[in-house]
């Protein structure tokens, strides 16, 4: 029996998820949620629902459609009501990142839906692609020894506010969320100690944190630089880890390995893997249908989102927090 969806945000970056599973026989889209007329049109001709399966509030929505789960691609402040709507009414939840604005919004959203017995899970894609997985694993596995230091930067330009224009901490609220979240499936350890700090240069679009700088330490011991911004003049990344036999990096699409004292790197083989949101899905329902959570289940992000509010409280409080 395939698994009855409603979307709320079907415009943007909710036209994915309508795609996504009308593409698939395991789940059925059967009301479309937004405020804008236009994407509930198109978000129709995409799934062939009817007029009446459109609303203007999952309220609405949630009275007239009969739904096993409720998909939320909405803006970020909208995401702790909608979805503590959805947990109230006995649904599964399938949310956009981040989860919430807050740790507390989402441990309150948790602990609705343990005692009701519902799932939720978060669309935290990026540590699933081959490159970042194929690290973690060979981390994991100490194939090049253990961990011991990292450094994630990303500089880029990102003049549309989106979102998060106005919302303190843009950049951590808006990428840091999906570049801390792979950071702790990569070093496959839990971070204990952060200081950081949010920067917004004078030119840029955003009111608060268009860039962050943090050290991060696990505990496994290991430490890792994080400086990322989307206000910078200049373009690039780099994403390495130094094990105790050799350092694993990044170079271009792909990943290498450095050894002391030899000149020559050595190419590594990325695991093969499906795409993020084949993954999602699936790891989705099965999470429904075993109750196995997967790494994007809501118990797991909350520690993604301890560790946004940590680098959050070291910026403000200028000090070193522990977690």
């Given at each position: 029996m395939s698994i009855r969806v409603v979307h709320v945000g079907v415009g943007g970056r909710g036209v994915w998820p309508v795609h996504a599973f009308t593409q698939r026989e395991d789940f059925q889209s059967v009301a479309l949620v937004d405020i804008r007329d236009e994407a509930l049109a198109a978000a129709r001709e995409k799934t062939g629902l009817s007029p009446d399966r459109c609303f203007y509030t999952l309220e609405k929505a949630l009275e007239a459609v009969e739904t096993d789960v409720v998909c939320?691609?909405?803006?970020?402040?909208?995401?702790?009501?909608?979805?503590?709507?959805?947990?109230?009414?006995?649904?599964?939840?399938?949310?956009e990142k981040p989860f919430t604005l807050s740790l507390s919004e989402a441990q309150e959203i948790i602990a609705a839906a343990d005692d009701?017995?519902?799932?939720?899970?978060?669309?935290?894609?990026?540590?699933?692609?081959?490159?970042?997985?194929?690290?973690?694993?060979?981390?994991?596995?100490?194939?090049?020894?253990?961990?011991?230091?990292?450094?994630?930067?990303?500089?880029?330009?990102?003049?549309?506010?989106?979102?998060?224009?106005?919302?303190?901490?843009?950049?951590?609220?808006?990428?840091?969320?999906?570049?801390?979240?792979?950071?702790?499936?990569?070093?496959?350890?839990?971070?204990?100690?952060?200081?950081?700090?949010?920067?917004?240069?004078?030119?840029?679009?955003?009111?608060?944190?268009?860039?962050?700088?943090?050290?991060?330490?696990?505990?496994?011991?290991?430490?890792?630089?994080?400086?990322?911004?989307?206000?910078?003049?200049?373009?690039?990344?780099?994403?390495?880890?130094?094990?105790?036999?050799g350092c694993l990096r990044q170079v271009g699409d792909g990943l290498v390995v450095y050894r002391a004292g030899k000149s020559d790197t050595e190419a590594v083989t990325l695991d093969p893997a499906p795409s993020a949101e084949t993954q999602l899905l699936d790891g989705f329902r099965n999470y429904l249908e075993t109750g196995e959570e997967p790494s994007f289940?809501?118990?797991?992000?909350?520690?993604?989102?301890?560790?946004?509010?940590?680098?959050?409280?070291a910026s403000d409080g200028k000090r070193v927090v522990e977690l």
């Open positions: 939320v691609i909405t803006p970020p402040h909208l995401h702790a009501s909608q979805c503590m709507t959805a947990v109230q009414a006995g649904k599964h939840v399938f949310v009701r017995d519902v799932k939720v899970c978060v669309a935290q894609n990026d540590r699933h692609g081959a490159l970042h997985a194929t690290l973690a694993r060979l981390v994991r596995e100490r194939v090049h020894g253990a961990a011991v230091s990292g450094i994630m930067t990303k500089f880029s330009w990102r003049p549309g506010v989106h979102h998060s224009g106005n919302v303190p901490h843009s950049y951590l609220w808006e990428r840091g969320i999906h570049d801390l979240d792979t950071l702790r499936s990569i070093f496959h350890s839990e971070p204990v100690r952060v200081f950081g700090i949010s920067f917004n240069p004078a030119w840029s679009p955003y009111h608060h944190g268009g860039g962050a700088h943090a050290l991060i330490e696990f505990a496994n011991g290991a430490v890792c630089t994080y400086l990322c911004s989307f206000v910078s003049h200049g373009r690039g990344s780099e994403l390495s880890v130094e094990c105790t036999e289940g809501g118990h797991e992000n909350l520690k993604t989102l301890a560790l946004i509010e940590a680098l959050i409280r």
